[in-house]
Nanobody, 124 residues
């Protein structure tokens, strides 16, 4: 099972960016999929998660109202739509998949598969 995250780049503060997490080897609807982000010297911070059917979504407090998560089953892809970006959103963003329903949706230990990360840089 492989997972790829892509779509990062450089954007100005206030701008938007969409990240994609594409799964191969198994249908993405087999997983709870989450996005985390990490800056140098810090642990991975939970950003958002999507239930298997896409009907349940969870958004981290620091991005609530600005980021949304969605999935396209036909494309086997989960998206993170980021709007009103701030310099503090600068980080490497990772997508992750959990086969079982996590006891804690925000805990990295609950996820079985990780993408390689994509860098998002927000300039002021």
């Amino acid at each position: 099972v492989q997972r790829q995250a892509f779509g990062g780049g450089l954007v100005q503060a206030g701008g938007s960016l969409r990240l994609s997490c594409a799964a191969s080897g198994r249908t993405i609807n087999s997983y709870i999929v989450a996005w985390f982000r990490q800056t140098p010297g810090k642990g991975r911070e939970f950003v958002a998660a999507s239930g298997r059917d896409g009907g349940s979504t969870y958004i981290g407090a620091s991005v609530k109202g600005r980021f949304t998560i969605s999935r396209d089953s036909a494309k086997n892809t989960v998206y993170l739509q980021m709007s009103s970006l701030k310099p503090e959103d600068t980080a490497v963003y990772y997508c992750a998949g959990a086969v079982r329903v996590p006891s804690s949706i925000t805990a990295t230990r609950e996820y079985d598969y990780w993408g390689q990360g994509t860098l998002v840089t927000v300039s002021s």
